[in-house]
């Protein structure tokens, strides 16, 4: 087979079922994320890319990580857990309502000392980051016009390397065709990241594309 196999219903629970199934804890806070947030539940990620997620963190040995975008904080859960004890993510969000379930379960999986959550506008207090290169991981997952922004300061802070991940890059296939704002401005970052000389980059058909890029 040359291409990525269509995953139905079915195939993707086994995928699910053969990897690193959610916990108790990740199970839980999926439940609470669709019983108090029907209309926005769609923004987590899906349970085999958090599974990723910790895996890839626990892979780079991860030490120092950033995520943008946290929403009720299932993805902010799986990085943590790959992260060693003493390993550090910040977490940029604007929402009090959606990351104040995320701090709920950070405590209850014992990893809220790992995580420190800045609330306002990302393009903003990301820039309040030292200017090292430092950060061993980063993963974009918020409001897509912002991505360039998010880009722009995370990836000179990144060290030789280092990882920076980004969700929503398929746009459910609507960047051979974008529809609406979101999807034009991910079809131009998608070549905006294909242009830069500073990294090295794959997308991958995980849940809605996810671009993993490679500092140099």
Known sequence: M??????TPDLHA???AHGSAPDEVMADLVEETLAALPAQAGMRVAPEQAAFLTFL??????????????FTGLSSLAIARGLPEDGRLTCFDISEEYT?????YWARA?????IELRIGPAGETLRELPHDRYLDFAFIDADKTGYPVYWAELVPRMRPGG?????????????????NADDRAIAAFNDEVMADVRVETVLLPIADGLTLARVR
């Open 14 to 16: 086994y995928v699910v």
């Open 2 to 7: 040359s291409k990525s196999l269509p995953l």
């Open 163 to 179: 990882i920076v991940a980004v969700d929503n890059t398929l746009r459910g296939g609507r960047v051979l065709a974008p529809q």
């Open 110 to 114: 014992g990893v809220a000392d790992r």
């Open 57 to 70: 963190t626990r892979l780079l040995g991860a030490r120092q990580a950033v995520e943008v975008g946290t």
């Open 100 to 104: 104040g379930i995320a701090r709920r």
